[in-house]
C-alpha cells in the first residue's frame, strides 16, 4: 500500500486564463525542434508500418515475433514521446484552444497504466499504482494528450532512475478535483543523478542518463492547456515529486 502524500490547494484557473500562461515569446529552438521531431517520426512511422504488416505474416517463429514487437513498441514509444514535443512546441509558439471533451476516469485508467507498466518494466523498475476507492467521475479534457502527458511524467522519472528503483502513481479526489501524484524511490545504495540541464526554452538534458525531457515549464503549460495544474515539489538530492490537479465533474 502506497503512503498517501499530503494534498495540496491548487485553482486550476479557466480555459482563456491557461492560455495566457501558455503564451511565451518566439524561442529561436521552437522551429529546430519542430524540424527535428519530424524528421525522426517520419521514418520511425514507416519502420512501424512495415513491422506492423510483417506481424500479420503467419509464418514467423516466436523469436522473429518477439523481435518484431520489441521494434514496434519501441517505435510507438519515441514517435508519442516526439508527438508530446511536438504539440508542446505548438502550444509555445501559438496558443489555442484543444480539443477537449468529457471522458470517464475509468477509461482514462485503463488506458494509460498498461502503458505505465510497460515503460517500468523494460527499465527493470517497480510500479506501484493506488486507485482504490476512486469514484465514476468524468474529466473534460483531451484524451490522447492527457494519456501522453501522463506517460510523459511516468518517462521523466524512470528514464533516470536506477535499476530497482520504485515509481509510485497515486490517485485519488481532492474535492472537486482529480489528484494524480508521481514520485519515486530509489534503492539506498544508489545516488540521484545531476541536476538537468537547460537546452533552450523546450528541452532539459540529464547529464547522467544523456536523456532529453521537456522542461518543467513547457509541461505545466501543457497540463493547463489540458484543463488541470501541475505542481511539482524539489528539494536538494532528493527526487521530485510531481501532483496533477484535474477537474473533474460525477458521472450523469
Known amino acids: 500500500m502506497l503512503s498517501p502524500l499530503p494534498g495540496l490547494e491548487v485553482d486550476p484557473g479557466t480555459l482563456e486564463q491557461v492560455l495566457q500562461l501558455a503564451s511565451y515569446p518566439p524561442a529561436p529552438d521552437l522551429e ?10 517520419t521514418p520511425l512511422t514507416t519502420i512501424r508500418v512495415l513491422t506492423r504488416s510483417l506481424l500479420k505474416r503467419q509464418d514467423l517463429g516466436p523469436e522473429v515475433i518477439q523481435r518484431l ?3 514496434e513498441r519501441e517505435c510507438t514509444e519515441q514517435i508519442d514521446r516526439f508527438g508530446l514535443i511536438f504539440r508542446a ?7 489555442r ?20 507498466k510497460v515503460q517500468t518494466r523494460r527499465r527493470d523498475l517497480v510500479l506501484e499504482v493506488e486507485t482504490s476507492r476512486l469514484p465514476a467521475v468524468h474529466l473534460l479534457t483531451d484524451p490522447v494528450m492527457l494519456d501522453q502527458a501522463l506517460l510523459g511524467l511516468i ?5 533516470h532512475l536506477p535499476r530497482g528503483g520504485k515509481v509510485c502513481v497515486q490517485v485519488g479526489v481532492v474535492g472537486d478535483r482529480i489528484k494524480v501524484q508521481v514520485w519515486t ?11 538537468p540541464r537547460a537546452l533552450g526554452q523546450i528541452l532539459v538534458w540529464h547529464p547522467a542518463t544523456g536523456s532529453l525531457n521537456l522542461s518543467l515549464t513547457v509541461t505545466k503549460s501543457l497540463f493547463q492547456a489540458l484543463g488541470g495544474k501541475l505542481v511539482v ?8 515529486v510531481m501532483t496533477v490537479f484535474l477537474p473533474c465533474q460525477g458521472a450523469p
Open 69 to 71: 514487437q520489441e521494434i
Open 89 to 95: 512546441t505548438e502550444l509555445q509558439s501559438s496558443p
Open 32 to 41: 529546430l525542434l519542430q524540424a527535428i521531431t519530424h524528421e525522426i517520426c
Open 233 to 240: 515539489r524539489q528539494r536538494p538530492q532528493e527526487p521530485e
Open 185 to 195: 524511490r530509489t534503492p539506498p545504495e544508489q545516488h540521484w543523478p545531476s541536476d
Open 155 to 159: 518517462d521523466r522519472c524512470s528514464r
Open 97 to 116: 484552444a484543444l480539443n477537449l471533451t468529457l471522458v470517464s476516469l475509468e477509461d482514462i485508467l485503463d488506458q494509460s497504466v498498461p502503458r505505465w
